[in-house]
T-cell receptor, first 111, second 113 residues
Framework: KQEVTQIPAALSVPEGENLVLNCSFT??????LQWFRQDPGKGLTSLLL?????REQTSGRLNASLDKSSGRSTLYIAASQPGDSATYLC??????????FGPGTRLSVLP | DGGITQSPKYLFRKEGQNVTLSCEQN?????MYWYRQDPGQGLRLIYY???????QKGDIAEGYSVSREKKESFPLTVTSAQKNPTAFYLC????????????FGSGTRLTVV
């Protein structure tokens, strides 16, 4: 059964820092990996989707990489801003299966 | 614009009542999902549907029921059998297999009073 973990559980950084969020999964035969952002009391907003044949995806200041062999993905946020403060979740799916979600990393960017 | 609409945003349930949460999408997605989110925990799958008139139980289906009579709609009923229903409920949709990922609604917060 696929399990997803995220480290750290919480992170606090000063504005302007570059930071990395980590996601690990136990079954490396994944089909897709998706990173989401969740603001308090809100739904999930999709940030990046990496399909199994891809190694990374970029959107603005965000870059997500995927290493299937090691069962890891990282979300890199460049030049962090207070508006980046949110919980970041990763989710993976194996072929024909539903997405399995990690518990999230709660990020605080201090002005 | 295409998206998923969940209503109501806040819902209060008395002991012994059934309540229904609405989820409507205009993305033309075949698959729809219901998740429950509790503080400090990840998302847990309640029910999902890959096609109209068909649905399957997820990991925590006890005390919940769903229907899928239309492609656009996937309502969730929280029955009186659900002993701890206070939580944040999220609806999502995708094309079958999730090749392009999931799209989520804004959620419904259910509180037992």
């Amino acid at each position: 059964k696929q399990e997803v973990t995220q480290i750290p559980a919480a992170l606090s950084v000063p504005e302007g820092e570059n930071l990395v969020l980590n996601c690990s999964f136990t079954d490396s035969a994944i089909y897709n990996l998706q990173w989401f952002r969740q603001d308090p009391g809100k739904g999930l907003t999709s940030l990046l989707l990496i399909q199994s044949s891809q190694r990374e995806q970029t959107s603005g200041r965000l870059n997500a990489s995927l290493d299937k062999s090691s069962g890891r993905s990282t979300l890199y946020i460049a030049a962090s801003q207070p508006g980046d403060s949110a919980t970041y979740l990763c989710a993976v799916t194996n072929y024909g299966q539903n997405f399995v979600f990690g518990p999230g990393t709660r990020l605080s960017v201090l002005p | 614009d295409g998206g998923i609409t969940q209503s109501p945003k806040y819902l209060f349930r008395k002991e012994g009542q059934n309540v229904t949460l609405s989820c409507e999408q205009n993305l033309n997605h075949d698959a729809m999902y219901w998740y429950r989110q509790d503080p400090g925990q990840g998302l847990r799958l309640i029910y999902y549907s890959q096609i109209v008139n068909d649905f399957q139980k997820g990991d925590i289906a006890e005390g919940y029921s769903v229907s899928r009579e239309k492609k656009e709609s996937f309502p969730l009923t929280v029955t009186s059998a659900q002993k701890n229903p206070t939580a944040f409920y999220l609806c999502a949709s995708s094309i079958p297999g999730g090749s392009y990922g999931y799209t989520f609604g804004s959620g419904t917060r259910l509180t037992v009073v």
